[in-house]
């Protein structure tokens, strides 16, 4: 199967799938959903969403955390991930913003990129999230299912490369949506140690299935 028909009808049924597909971390700010892809990273979803609404309830925006001491806000954040680390950067990056922008997270991505803690993938969740922009973000579940799926290559050997590819083949329009079609996937479906091929509505046209299934 060519790589343009294996996209096409992949992403067809995804929008079948999953037409309103959406980050699972909760949030009522772009401040808000910052923070909480910040606490993300190695973390998952769920220990971070036990962990956001008291932080908060204490720390609501950038004018009250950029006024905290990461020790304060690791109280909130010791269960995740790499803590201390983790409450350095939003500190940092709270007073960055009222520092250099009022306060407000920046639509831009190179300023985004400045903001300490932040990187190319917690950008760009940035960027399709809050500002519905076509950018790809690339976790460990975007690329493990792009490379099982067969939507990239083996050269493909880094989130950058996958992300370049994918949003090569995935219509602008789509790639907001697409970065949660991969993540709930891979999430839920096509899951690291276990895939649950049966289970899965794409087993017909993804790569790593039809390898393993005629051994």
Request: charged share 25%; aromatic share 6%.
């Amino acid at each position: 199967m060519k790589r343009e028909e294996r996209y096409s009808i992949i992403l067809s049924r995804f929008r079948e799938l999953m037409p309103n597909a959406q980050t699972e971390l909760e949030f009522g700010s772009v401040f808000q959903l910052l923070v909480a892809v910040i606490l993300s990273a190695q973390c998952t979803d769920k220990r971070v969403n036990m962990v956001t609404p008291e932080l908060f309830r204490r720390f609501p925006d950038a004018r009250t955390m950029a006024q905290a001491e990461p020790d304060e806000v690791l109280e909130y954040v010791k269960s995740v991930s790499y803590p201390n680390a983790k409450a350095k950067h939003l500190v940092e990056m709270a007073r960055q913003l009222m520092e250099r922008h009022a306060g407000e997270v920046p639509s831009d991505f190179d300023q985004l990129l400045d903001l300490p803690g932040v990187g190319r993938k917690t950008a760009n969740v940035i960027q399709a999230v809050a500002f519905g922009k076509s950018a790809m973000a690339v976790d460990t579940h975007v690329f493990r299912v792009s490379h099982r799926l067969g939507l990239v290559s083996k050269k493909d050997n880094t989130p950058f490369k996958v992300e370049q590819t994918l949003v090569k083949h995935i219509p602008a329009e789509d790639i907001p949506l697409a970065h949660h079609w991969l993540i709930l996937h891979g999430r839920y479906v096509c899951t690291a140690r276990t895939p649950h091929c049966k289970e899965c509505a794409l087993s017909d046209v993804c790569a790593f299935h039809s390898t393993t299934s005629s051994q």
